[in-house]
């Protein structure tokens, strides 16, 4: 059977109607693997929150098997969301898992290569929208009917999932690291590791978020937000954590990218190694880190050429 799906796990955690049927692809349980040379090249003990080897192959499976499964419990026929690639693969996944549909509205272009075969190898409603701001509108509208659940971050179910993984790394670690690095799109993920910590209630890490300087135009596809859902929150986080969003320029992202690759054996998605792009540019020093990973790089083999 190997490890129990996160929302098992973690049920006294999370809130799931009692006795719902957990939608499960085995998410969560993800390595926490240390990663000593480019430890050394930054002077810290540094960690890597391996996310890509979730299911689908990000972090997004963490809040996925949340609120879907509340969804199935909740007698929705389908699901809907607004995505870039890694939100709708995700979904699509589970909600193929539940036998549920699911419609996703994408923005023209720049959706990776790999995301999108995900969600179409699946059976998922895929559909093209002029811009993310129109196609996450048109899935809220979906929402607002009655017909579909969306599942986009501003489910608060995904967070309460994604928050499972600063579980993991305090029961790994035996406390939390004294630095969290991570890649800041919308936010959403930043708000997440904040409220498990807290939850934790043994200590909040300080947040280095990795944002893209150019967030309209970076290759990083599934970091480029013009608007950060949860800006607000997030901002609060990292400034309550003593932490700080390092803004990090395409070549920053790729040359950390390129790091782990070759250094660390890791290869994940450009935008998952913004984190360590944040890292390389303003050296946390002596202290223990932990890089959350977020993706793989099977997503998208196009930015290797
Ligand atoms: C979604 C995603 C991000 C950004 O996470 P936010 O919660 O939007 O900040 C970063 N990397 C990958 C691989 C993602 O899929």
């Given at each position: 059977?190997?490890?129990?799906p996160?929302?098992?796990?973690?049920?006294d955690?999370?809130?799931?109607?009692?006795?719902?049927?957990?939608?499960?692809?085995?998410?969560?349980?993800?390595?926490?693997?240390?990663?000593?040379?480019?430890?050394?090249?930054?002077?810290?003990?540094?960690?890597?929150?391996?996310?890509?080897?979730?299911?689908?192959?990000?972090?997004?499976?963490?809040?996925?098997?949340?609120?879907?499964?509340?969804?199935?419990?909740?007698?929705?026929?389908?699901?809907?969301?607004?995505?870039?690639?890694?939100?709708?693969?995700?979904?699509?996944?589970?909600?193929?898992?539940?036998?549920?549909?699911a419609?996703?509205l994408?923005?023209?272009?720049?959706?990776?290569?790999g995301?999108?075969?995900?969600?179409?190898?699946?059976?998922?409603?895929?559909?093209?929208?002029?811009?993310?701001?129109?196609?996450?509108?048109?899935?809220?509208?979906?929402?607002?009917?009655?017909?579909?659940?969306?599942?986009?971050?501003?489910?608060?179910?995904?967070?309460?999932?994604?928050?499972?993984?600063?579980?993991?790394?305090?029961?790994?670690?035996?406390?939390?690291?004294?630095?969290?690095?991570?890649?800041?799109?919308?936010?959403?993920?930043?708000?997440?590791?904040?409220?498990?910590?807290?939850?934790?209630?043994?200590?909040?890490?300080?947040?280095?978020?990795?944002?893209?300087?150019?967030?309209?135009?970076?290759?990083?596809?599934?970091?480029?937000?013009?608007?950060p859902?949860?800006?607000?929150?997030?901002?609060?986080?990292?400034?309550?954590?003593?932490?700080?969003?390092?803004?990090?320029?395409?070549?920053?992202?790729?040359?950390?990218?390129?790091?782990?690759?070759?250094?660390?054996?890791?290869?994940?998605?450009?935008?998952?190694a913004?984190?360590?792009?944040?890292?390389?540019?303003?050296?946390?020093?002596?202290?223990?880190?932990?890089?959350?990973?977020?993706?793989?790089?099977?997503?998208?083999p196009?930015?290797?050429?």
């Amino acid at each position: 059977m190997g490890l129990r799906p996160l929302a098992e796990r973690y049920a006294d955690r999370l809130p799931l109607s009692r006795g719902a049927a957990i939608v499960s692809l085995g998410e969560g349980s993800t390595p926490l693997l240390s990663a000593p040379r480019i430890g050394a090249r930054l002077g810290t003990e540094l960690f890597l929150k391996w996310e890509g080897a979730n299911p689908t192959g990000s972090f997004k499976d963490r809040g996925m098997t949340v609120a879907v499964t509340q969804a199935l419990a909740d007698g929705a026929r389908a699901v809907v969301c607004a995505s870039t690639g890694n939100t709708a693969a995700s979904a699509a996944a589970y909600a193929a898992r539940a036998g549920l549909d699911a419609v996703i509205l994408q923005p023209e272009g720049a959706v990776a290569r790999g995301k999108l075969a995900q969600a179409r190898a699946v059976g998922a409603k895929v559909e093209t929208r002029s811009s993310f701001e129109e196609a996450l509108a048109e899935a809220q509208e979906l929402e607002a009917r009655g017909t579909h659940v969306l599942v986009n971050s501003l489910n608060p179910l995904r967070l309460q999932g994604q928050k499972t993984a600063a579980f993991e790394i305090v029961e790994e670690l035996g406390a939390p690291p004294e630095v969290l690095a991570l890649p800041y799109g919308g936010g959403g993920n930043l708000c997440a590791y904040a409220l498990g910590f807290g939850e934790e209630g043994a200590g909040m890490p300080r947040l280095v978020a990795g944002e893209a300087a150019n967030r309209p135009g970076t290759v990083a596809s599934a970091i480029r937000i013009s608007e950060p859902a949860h800006a607000e929150a997030a901002q609060r986080a990292v400034e309550e954590s003593g932490g700080s969003v390092v803004p990090v320029d395409d070549a920053a992202i790729l040359e950390a990218w390129e790091l782990l690759a070759r250094e660390e054996g890791l290869f994940c998605e450009p935008s998952s190694a913004a984190g360590l792009a944040a890292l390389l540019a303003d050296p946390p020093g002596d202290a223990r880190v932990v890089c959350v990973i977020t993706g793989h790089g099977l997503k998208d083999p196009d930015a290797v050429a």
